[in-house]
């Protein structure tokens, strides 16, 4: 039996990456780090990608979204280029959370990963970050939230964990953290297609598919936001 073709995209940030998998190996990737891009780039390079693997379009079986938090417009041009995507070839729709490709992203790097939680930041505004923190095997400690950014935020955790903190929001928490003891900084972990395919191939098997006509991603929008000083966020 052939391994699934799916096609993963990452639109939640300032990055726009594509990412074709089959099954569990990776046969390309392709990505663009340029501010608004993603609506006159994504589908070019989806179907550079695709031809350049040797496959067309049609052979796909499946579609993989980063799901967000991220940027709204971002979120929203991904999200319609999936759902065409998978209406006009009949495909499913998987969704990958944004945050939690980032951890699986690192996780692949780090030595002895049980030994930390990691909690990945995205940059909001001012001191507000999209955040959550989680285990090595991607169990959820504190879920996805709008966090308000303070000296307290998830003090009660690195108490009795090590956190590692990476992000694009990462480096407004080092700027006022104080206890700085158990907390790790790591630069340069940016939201990538290939940690979203890696993840969706697991849903995949699993058959855990968005319904395409409802499916909307998650925008974390303001009116949610709350404070968050402690490990409870």
Do not use: W
């Not at 074709?20 to 550079?48: C, N």
């Amino acid at each position: 039996m052939q391994s699934p073709l799916l096609l993963a995209l990452e639109t939640s940030t300032n990055v726009c990456s594509v990412a074709l998998f089959q099954g569990d190996k990776l046969l390309g990737a392709s990505e663009l780090r340029i501010e608004k891009s993603h609506s006159s780039h994504i589908t070019v390079m989806m179907e550079q990608l695709v031809n350049n693997c040797g496959f067309r379009m049609e052979d796909l079986s499946a579609v993989a979204i980063s799901g967000g938090p991220g940027s709204y417009t971002g979120l929203r041009i991904g999200t319609s280029t999936a759902k065409g995507l998978c209406y006009a070839l009949n495909i499913p729709l998987i969704e990958v959370s944004t945050l939690y490709s980032l951890v699986a992203q690192l996780i692949k790097y780090t030595p002895n990963p049980e030994r930390f939680l990691f909690c990945p930041m995205l940059d909001a505004r001012r001191m507000e970050v999209y955040s959550c923190v989680l285990s090595h095997t991607l169990e959820e400690i504190v879920p996805v939230a709008p966090v308000i950014l303070d000296e307290q935020t998830f003090q009660d955790l690195l108490q009795e964990h090590v956190i590692v903190f990476f992000g694009s929001g990462a480096q407004k928490f080092k700027e006022v953290i104080k206890d700085k003891s158990n907390a790790l900084f790591v630069d340069g972990i940016v939201p990538s297609a290939i940690p979203v395919g890696e993840l969706a191939i697991r849903k995949y098997e699993q058959e855990a598919f968005e319904d395409v006509a409802y499916y909307e991603p998650f925008y974390l929008k303001d009116v949610y936001i709350t404070s968050a000083g402690k490990s409870t966020t």
